[in-house]
């Protein structure tokens, strides 16, 4: 057998490859073989593997208005607005804009007719051979999901067109649910984990790449997929979605599994809802004043009340949660109006798996409580300057893997040593969130002799609280798996710069509010060394240097978005003759992995810097972006910040 090229479409298991693969002769005349898959998974497996992007702006719009006019692209004025629309919707798919263009190409440029099937993109496209084609395609995806898979992306229409989901609130949605079971129950988190990885690889849901939503990867559901999956939802009565006044369900008369309300304009339709066998509710943006009682839904499991109005004189209707003994997972995050200070009977949920309290959300705790929750993985955010005795307590949540904490005021001696002996016995914790009143709370007292953090940490974040100094326990020797930090300092010494930059496993980096960057023994900004940050993603940091290169050839190779939050007096205080080699100072070439940059240059007292200053290190800093071989795309940006914040960052 001679030289051969062979173009193989579509393999679904690896299984079909490695029979393929016996049947092909390795004569070593550099032969070549091709395959596509939809499973990144197989796409590894088989070999080297190049994965196809979305389609960018520009390229979507030649593909569209090509297949819509023909060669010329000419788009009539009236139809542009709608046009970025459906490519929006489209998401640079290249099946689904070569789809919505065949519709609109028969329909002759009608406004009306396109906005029509714009509106319906989400609710139920045309029955045309296309589109019929587009969800075959995606029916064979689905149906060769296993059971625990279809399950878990059927979840997911719950959800809204464009929705970011965060990873790990959707994954203890999915355990608390009951989709499945592990050999044992430490371990469905990492299950959860990998479900969503394989839906992410087989390409029905697209990854966020941001850390700003956590140690799990955010995502989000395209258009047409979350078209399809919602039409299977309805046709198994898997949930029931009421948003608009509009309600997205097979019947309505008919036993409510998984109820979603989102918008405080919905018609609530009482009388025609079966809820005894509710075993998931999610509420956004409605006012809770016109729900029925909690007590109704005694089978609830599932009881999310994300970015909810809550009126004050009303809250008495989350007394009733007390009665609710099946539910496993509970998020009163970003309830308005905030400060609501509540006691409720959470002891009586013995099978509570997840609990979230939203930051400006009180729950007050009695003593003796946490003993009860020994089921509880999750607590966040939890006030101890309310219920200081469960700093004390603490040491009871053995199976706790995410920890948030916060103090309204600086807590006193007794607190700390309560808190700092509690956290060395939550031997599974992997996330530790602590929080103050924005940098008034001084967090020192976790430098000081706290010598065993938990060695499984990989996530610290204290970005509203300030460290005087990087603490000793934070050291690759201590936590050899932390992969994302958010911390605040006073000072940053070049040391610490290197430390940090030690981290084997870090991915995201996030420094905030420093009082003294400048090195006054070295004469120089904190430099980035070569070889440091070696897996570094994501990184955000409150300097931007005038002088001297801060990146060094070799530091931050696979870093990819990068911030710089700085204060704007700081900066021009150098004087205007180093702005001109801004672009110089940064090193930004030395970042071979680049793709985002943004620079905030943030003022506290408005005027202080003339606008023409502003433009030219504007200028300096978009040379720098265009000098880079990434051309990476950049968001400069001016933020002023009130007076009262002004006070509390000095104070």
Not at 45 to 70: H, M, N, Q
Not at 285 to 310: A, I, N, T
Not at 553 to 575: N, Q, T
Request: proline share 4%; net charge negative; aromatic share 10%.
């Amino acid at each position: 057998m001679g030289r051969y090229l062979i173009v193989i479409d579509d393999i679904w298991d690896i299984k079909h490859w490695e029979v393929i693969r016996c049947a092909m002769a390795d004569n070593h005349y550099e032969n070549r073989v091709i395959t596509t898959t939809r499973d990144r998974d197989v796409a590894h497996k088989v070999g080297g593997a190049y994965e196809l992007k979305p389609l960018p702006d520009e390229t979507s719009k030649i593909l569209f208005f090509g297949r819509i006019f023909g060669i010329n692209n000419d788009c009539p004025d009236d139809l542009v607005e709608v046009s970025e629309t459906l490519l929006k919707k489209c998401g640079g798919v290249p099946l689904a804009i070569i789809t919505i263009a065949g519709l609109l190409a028969s329909r002759e440029g009608n406004k009306r007719e396109w906005n029509k099937l714009c509106d319906s993109i989400g609710s139920g496209l045309d029955n045309s051979p296309d589109v019929k084609k587009m969800r075959k395609i995606l029916a064979l995806s689905y149906h060769h999901l296993s059971i625990h898979l279809k399950t878990c992306l059927l979840y997911l229409s719950i959800f809204p067109e464009d929705y970011i989901i965060q990873g790990d609130r959707l994954i203890w949605r999915w355990i608390c649910e009951g989709f499945f079971n592990g050999v044992q129950d430490e371990y469905l988190f990492e299950l959860g984990e990998s479900y969503l990885t394989e839906l992410i690889n087989r390409g029905l849901i697209q990854a966020v790449d941001s850390y700003s939503y956590g140690m799990t990867t955010a995502c989000r559901v395209h258009d047409l997929v979350l078209e399809f999956i919602s039409s299977i939802s309805i046709e198994e009565n898997f949930c029931t979605v009421l948003h608009n006044k509009k309600g997205k369900s097979a019947a309505i008369t008919s036993k409510v599994r998984r109820l979603f309300l989102q918008l405080q304009d919905v018609e609530m339709p009482q009388g025609r809802l079966i809820l005894s066998y509710m075993r998931s509710l999610t509420v956004s943006g409605h006012w809770l004043d016109k729900m029925w009682p909690l007590s109704f839904s005694l089978q609830l499991r599932v009881l999310d009340l994300e970015d909810c109005y809550l009126l004050e004189q009303r809250h008495k209707l989350l007394e009733h949660l007390g009665s609710l003994c099946q539910l496993r997972y509970l998020a009163l995050e970003d309830i308005y109006p905030s400060g609501l200070l509540l006691t409720i009977q959470i002891g009586q949920l013995k099978h509570l798996i997840c609990l979230r309290v939203g930051f400006h959300f009180k729950i007050k705790f009695r003593p003796g409580v946490v003993r009860e929750l020994e089921c509880l993985q999750e607590l966040s955010m939890i006030s101890l300057s309310k219920s200081p005795h469960v700093a004390k307590e603490l040491r009871h949540f053995t199976k706790l893997r995410v920890l948030g904490i916060t103090f309204e005021d600086m807590p006193d001696e007794s607190l700390k040593g309560w808190l700092l002996e509690s956290l060395c016995h939550l031997e599974n914790l992997q996330s530790l969130i602590v929080r103050g009143s924005f940098d008034l709370v001084s967090l020192d007292f976790f430098g000081e002799g706290w010598t065993s953090p938990p060695r499984n940490l990989r996530r610290f974040d204290s970005s509203f609280g300030s460290f005087s100094y990087l603490p000793s326990w934070i050291s690759p020797s201590n936590l050899l798996e932390l992969s994302i930090i958010e911390m605040q300092m006073d000072n940053l010494r070049q040391e610490d710069l290197d430390i940090l930059g030690s981290f084997p496993s870090l991915q995201s980096l996030r420094l905030r509010c420093y009082k003294n960057i400048w090195d006054e023994r070295r004469k120089q900004w904190p430099v980035v060394c070569a070889d440091t940050f070696q897996c570094l993603w994501d990184c955000q940091l409150w300097i931007l240097p005038t002088g001297g290169h801060m990146f060094a050839p070799g530091a931050m190779p696979k870093v990819h978005s990068l911030k710089f939050d700085c204060y704007i007096e700081d900066v021009f205080s150098l004087g205007l003759a180093n702005l001109p080699s801004l672009d110089d100072s940064l090193g930004l070439e030395n970042l071979p992995s680049l793709q985002e940059l943004r620079v905030c240059f943030n003022e506290f007292t408005r005027g202080s810097v003339t606008r023409e200053a502003y433009d030219k290190a504007e200028a300096a800093i978009r040379c720098a972006a265009d000098d880079h071989p990434n051309r990476p795309t950049l968001d400069v940006g001016r933020r002023f910040f009130p007076s009262w914040m002004i006070n509390s960052a000095s104070a």
